[in-house]
């Protein structure tokens, strides 16, 4: 499972006992693994000062899950060619995000024990506010490109309506600069017996005579397209998307997309036209269309999630730890002695008896509000069931599926 339990009780014998107690307990029935969690000795201050810090810590806690949360689902968007690898990316100073945690040491460099709690989060919680600007920032960009490239791939893969015709038509296919004479595309329904919807065929008729043509076109239920062969226009347009390309390739993403090329095959007409589209001519501007989806190395974007995110996550469980020791110290009093523990539940059907089994071996911290909600005895002998709502000790929780 990605979910642990972060917890402590009073460091005195009894507790102690208690702590190996649960250890015998969960380790018999197969319900948790468990592991020492080490926390510094921090400078307590006052217990006013650590009532308020434990207000803040919750906010910075929850913001900051939702903030690794959003850029793990960063990295998916970005990976879209490499979903299956994902989780590979998504580590903490090196190591899977698991590891890290049953592993956790306090990095003194970056967060000195010695300065005040105040002080400490503090800078966590700017730490985390900085690189969610910057991931706002990114990510509006990236969003920015996808939805000009998407558009433009629109257009390049729309049916004959719709799509630019620039990647079907040739410069050889118009009569250009005539002062009598111009070219159309005409858009003609398939027959009964073909597949595709549509064909495009060029009809070149007197300039005079457009408006009558239109009209007979409409009444047999052909299109004209509004379409003007422009050179300086296509070659702008085949810039625009390779340059989109080569962003999102270059910039954002671990390769790039591909895409369609142009129509299928169009059969004659009744009328004296000229077809276009024929697969064995080149569409214009294919070589610069057409794209590989192969794998082409690490962008700055998903370079700078992978970064940015363990740095997120390292905070996090820093943030985990503060409140451990924070709500320890208001618990359980002065001076400080608790020890913390991070359990790993086995498997999701378990952890509702392993919180039972939790709440009945520390009942004795808090004796008035187990009384009060005690249930129905269990197998082991000698302990009682309590509410799993009820927490007798310090408990967090921590989720690791942050691609759920």
Not at 73 to 81: F, G, K, P, T, W
Request: charged share 25%; glycine share 4%.
């Amino acid at each position: 499972m990605s979910e642990f339990w972060l917890i402590s009780a009073p460091g005195d014998k009894e507790n102690l006992q208690a702590l190996e107690r649960m250890n015998t307990v969960t380790s018999k029935s197969n319900l948790s693994y468990n592991t020492k969690f080490t926390i510094p000795d921090f400078k307590v201050g006052t217990l006013d000062s650590l009532v308020g810090l434990s207000d803040e810590l919750g906010k910075v806690d929850i913001f900051a899950e939702s903030l690794i949360k959003r850029m793990a689902q960063s990295v998916v968007e970005v990976m879209e060619d490499a979903k299956g690898k994902v989780q590979e990316n998504l580590l903490a100073n090196g190591a899977d995000l698991t590891s890290f945690v049953t592993h956790f040491e306090w990095d003194m460099a970056k967060y000195p024990a010695k300065q005040p709690l105040v002080s400490i989060a503090d800078t966590l919680a700017k730490q985390l506010a900085q690189i969610e600007t910057d991931l706002k920032s990114r990510t509006a960009a990236y969003n920015a490109l996808k939805t000009n490239l998407e558009n433009l791939e629109k257009k390049s893969t729309g049916n004959l309506f719709t799509r630019t015709l620039s990647d079907i038509v040739s410069k050889e296919d118009f009569v250009l600069d005539s002062e009598y004479l111009i070219t159309l595309l005409v858009i003609v329904p398939k027959l009964i017996a073909e597949d595709n919807e549509c064909g495009l065929f060029t009809v070149t008729l007197f300039r005079k005579v457009i408006d009558d043509f239109k009209t007979k076109a409409k009444e047999n239920k052909f299109t004209v397209r509004e379409f003007y062969y422009d050179e300086k226009e296509i070659k702008r347009e085949r810039e625009e998307m390779t340059r989109l390309l080569s962003d999102r390739k270059q910039q954002y993403q671990t390769s790039c997309v591909a895409l369609k090329k142009g129509s299928s095959t169009f059969p004659d007409h009744q009328v004296k036209v000229t077809p276009l589209g024929n697969p064995d001519r080149p569409a214009a501007g294919q070589n610069d269309r057409e794209r590989e989806s192969e794998g082409e190395g690490e962008g700055p974007l998903l370079r700078w999630l992978k970064v940015n995110f363990s740095e997120a996550f390292i905070a996090w469980i820093h943030i985990k730890a503060l409140r451990v020791f924070v709500e320890s110290v208001l618990r359980y009093g002065l001076p400080v002695n608790f020890q913390a523990v991070l359990l790993q539940p086995h498997k999701k059907s378990s952890t509702k008896r392993l919180r039972e089994v939790l709440n009945s071996v520390f009942r004795h911290l808090d004796e008035v509000g187990a009384a009060s909600i005690l249930d129905a005895s269990v197998e082991i002998p000698g302990l009682q069931l309590s509410n799993q709502d009820y927490f007798p000790y310090v408990y967090f929780h921590i989720d690791l599926g942050l691609l759920d």
